[in-house]
C-alpha cells in the first residue's frame, strides 16, 4: 500500500482534502461534506473495508472549529490502517454526515459520538443516546463538563412521574428476599435478630 | 360433531389481525444469567420468534474516557483491567503498545516475550471461562467445572507474576512493572501441559454432543459481507471467514517470530464461533510454549528512557539525578511528545483499540478506547431477529463479550 499514491488519489477526487501529519499511520483531512464520498471510495477502490473505528474528538471551548470526526479505517486484505477526519464546520451545534450507508458498522460509533460530544449525524438512522440514558441532558466528554460530573434527576423520578407510582427503595437487609407486607424486620428471620432495622434506627 | 381445521404457520401470519394475534415486548436483562453481565434487549416476540431486539447498553458505563483525562498515563493502568475483565494483562499489554507507539519507543526483547506470554495466558484464561459459560449457556453444567478449575491454575500464576489474581496492572509505559518470578516460567511449561489435557476433554464432551450441535450449528450465522461491514474482529470476524488476525498481519511486540495458525470458520455460525475459540486455546498454548524457550535475557523495561521510565529504586534511595528523575515521573508522568495514535492489540475478544491524542506531557489529551465487545454487540439488531427466544442464549454466548469493556 503506497501511503502517497493514495493521499494523491484522494487529493485529486476531493479538492478540500489534506494530508494529515500522523506519525503512525497514513492520515487525511477532509471536508465534513465528503466524508462519506471519501471513505466510500476508500472502501471500494482502496480496500479499506472495515471500520476499525469512529470517534469525536473536542479539542476545547477556545479553538475553533473545535469538534472533529475521526475515523479509523483497516483493509481486509492488505491489513493497513488510514486515519481520516473531518471537522465539524459549526462550533455551537457540531454536525456530521453519517457513515451508516457506508458502513452499517459506523451506527453505534456514531450514536457514541453524539452521546459524548454532541455531535449530530446527519441521515444516521436512530441517534440516540447509547451509553448515558434517553433524557440525560449533558454531553460528558466536552471539555467543559467536570470530572466530578454534574448533578441531575435520575431516571426513577421520570418513571414516577409517568407511572404515578413511587419507586420502592432497595430493601435495607435481607438481600433479595421481599417480603410480601409489613416490614422486613417481621417477614425475615434474619432482620430480626440484628439490632437495628426500620423500627429501630441503628445507634 | 366437531370438526377441527389445521391452520399452518403461514396462515397465521396471513391472519394475524384477524386471529387477534399481538407481538409481544420483552425485557430481556439487564440482570439475566443469560446476558453475562448488565446487558439489556428490548425485544418484540411473535410467539417464540423473536421479530427486534435492540440492546441496551451503558449499565455499566464509568466514564473511563473521561477518567484517563485527568491522570498520567501510568496511573490509568488499573483502568485498563476493569475493561475486558476476563483478559486484564492482555488490556495492559495494548494500552502500554499504544502510549508506546505514541512515544516512538520499543521495549526490549525479554519485555515483548513477557508480554506475549502474559497476552496468550490471558487469551487462554478469557476462552477458558467463555467456552465454559456458553456450554452452560446450552445446557452443560460440566464442562463449565473442568475449565474454571484450570482458569484458577492460571489466576495462581497471574497472583506469582503481578501480585494480583485479577486487576493485574502488571505494564508500565515503556516496560512491565517486574520481571519473572523464580520458576514461573516451569510452573507455565506445566500449565501448558494439563490445559490442553482439559481442551481435550471439553472437545470430547461438545464438539461432536448431539445437545450442543442442536443449539449452536446454523444458528445466527454471520455472513463475510455482514461481519465485515459491522467492523467485527477476532475469533467473531475469523468464524465468519476472514482470516484477519493483527498478531499475523500487523505483528507487535515481537509476534512475527512465533509460528503459529488462525483458525477461520466457514459459515459463521455459533458453532464456528466455538470451534474457531477452542483451536485458538491451542495455538495460544503453542505461542506460550515458543516464547517460553527462547525467553531472552536482560532489562524488562527501557532503563534508558529516563523520561518515560522509573528509575530501580535502589538508585532512588541513593543518587541525586535518580531521585529527581523518579519524582519528576511520578508528578507528571512519563513524557510523551504531541501528536496522536491509534493501536489495536488482537484480543482475546477482538481487536482492542486505544486512540490517544497527546498535546505533549504526561497526560492525554483524549483517549479513546475502541472495545471490541461494543462492536461485537451492536450486530445483534441483525443476527438475533427470525431465530426463537430459546436461541439468544446461544447466540449472546458465542459472541463471547464483555460488558465492562462494551460500556467503559
Redesign the interface.
Known sequence: MDAAALLADLQAAFPGAAPRPSADMPGLDVPAADLPAAVTRLRDAHGFDLLADLCGVDRGPAVSPRFSVVVHLLGSGHHAYLRVAAACPDDAAPEAPSLTAVHPGADWHEREAFDMFGIRFAGHPDLRRILMWDGYPHHPLRKEFPLAGMPVDLPAADVAAVTGRRVEPAPMMGGPFVSPGGTMAKAEPVARDESWNEENPKP | MRTTKEISLGDVAARSEELGAERMSLNLGPSHPATHGVLRLRLELDGDTVTQCDPV??YL?R?D???A??MTYNQFVPYTDRLDYLAPLANNVAYALAVE??A?IRVPPRCEAIRVVCCELARISSHLLGIGVYAMDTGAWTVFMYTFNEREKLYTLFEELTGARFTTSYTRVGGVARDLPEGWTGRVEGFCDGVLRVVDEVDALLTRNRIFLERTEGIAPISRELA??????GANLRASG?P?DLRK??PYSGYGQYAFDVPVGTKGDCYDRYLVRMEEMRQSVAIVRQALARMPDGPVACVDQRRIVLPPKDKVMTRMEELIQNFMLVTEGPQVPA??????AENPKG?L?F?V?SRGGGVPF?L?I?GPS??S???LP?VVPGHHLTDIPSILGSLDFVMGEC??
Open positions: 447498553i451503558g458505563h466514564g474516557e473521561k477518567i483525562e485527568a507507539n505514541l516512538g465485515l461491514a459491522h467492523g467485527l474482529t476472514v484477519l498481519d500487523r501528536g496522536e495514535c491509534y493501536f489495536e481487536a483499540g486512540y491524542v483524549r479513546r475502541r461494543f462492536v454487540l451492536s450486530i441483525k460500556d467503559r
